[in-house]
């Protein structure tokens, strides 16, 4: 892989590595790598001073267009407000001029008050609100450690974002395979008036998904449908992501094409350990690797190690068994955390293909159905 064509780097910053929850899908504690015992609990003043030194010098050396840092935990909002104040002014103030650069923080939401909402506000950090529908889908996996419910606490601090955020929060919801997808449009659009959603498909793979694959097709074809019904305009990223692909834009989530990447994601744990995509940890692909440290390492030497290089090509080459579907170059045989074995690696189609095929496709008869001249279309469909 040849990184110097990159145009935008991600990095999902560590700035705390403990929970005031304890979800029982949390990839980050709950999934068999407990690395995180190791690290410190909040990042240090230090090492975020590091970083942004580290990200100045490889922007100004790749010629980077733009940088995102997704503040991510655990929980974020355990680090004292002065210390988070303090570390978004670094970042701002270090970047500033540098790079075009997007800040955003994914929180459970149980701690946000009005100082917190000042905070984000002057840093412009744009916020994800982790909720997963009705509190019966949230008490499904969302408790805390003691096994008490998070939802009234994270429906308070949604609403207190709504209020007063200057830009509107986006809610990320985990899909539960028997999760009714209607009520849970329903709770967010009618309920809680959220006007911007993202559904997420289980951090599992082949190794230990043992569910109906279909279902989560179904799910998200509903989800399709309420929303193209819905009176006002909403937008549901996962949906959203897919139909940029299907008229040419790769993105994140679908697969971006076959040349060298010009986007890279790092994960910089709160100890200044650099690693890649840290969904990965849910695998047993990450068990054992060895972050690569700021303080000993440029990100340009990090960025040559060969787990990067392996990774990468993983993304833009859709495994063998994909070979023969008409989806193959939008779908990228999905996400790569979803296509692992630990048997044979990543050359596997995600374990939700069959209803991701059945929700491509409803999407594609939907469009052809409504008139949508499909020679727009931008994706090559086989
Ligand atoms: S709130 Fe997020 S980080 Fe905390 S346990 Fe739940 S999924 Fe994990
Ligand atoms: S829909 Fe299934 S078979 Fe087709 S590319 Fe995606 S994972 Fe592969």
Known sequence: MNFRKLKTLEVILKITERCNLDCDYCYFFNAGDDSYKNHAAFISDDTVALLVQRLRQFSEEYELQRIAIHLHGGEPLLMPKAR??????????GLAGIVDLSLTIQTNGM????????????????????????????????????????????????ALCQEHLHRPPMVLAVIGENFDPREIYEHFRRDLHVGLIDFLLPDLNHDNFGGDAGAYGDFLIEIFDQMVNDEESVGVRFIDHFLARLYGSGNFLFAAGRGDPDYLLLTVSSDGGVG?????????????????DLKSSSLEEIIQDPLFHEFEYFK????????????????????????YASSNGFDNPTVYCEGLDRFYTHVLKYLALHGEPLEKIG????
Do not use: F, M
Request: hydrophobic share 30%; aromatic share 6%; net charge negative.
């Open 84 to 93: 988070l104040d303090g570390i978004c002014d670094e970042i701002r103030s």
């Open 111 to 158: 701690l946000i008050d009005l100082e917190w909402i000042e905070i984000l506000n002057r840093h412009g950090v744009e916020v994800g609100v982790s909720l997963d529908g009705a509190q019966v889908h949230n008490d499904a996996h969302r408790l805390d450690h003691h096994g008490r419910s998070s939802y009234r606490a994270t429906v308070r601090g949604l």
């Open 276 to 292: 890649p995509d840290d969904t990965l940890r849910s695998t047993k692909y990450w068990s054992g690797y060895e972050y690569r």
């Open 316 to 339: 833009k080459t859709p495994a063998s068994a994909c070979s023969d579907c008409c989806w193959r170059d939008v779908c990228g045989s999905g996400q790569p955390v979803h296509r």
């Open 379 to 382: 994706a090559d469909l086989i």
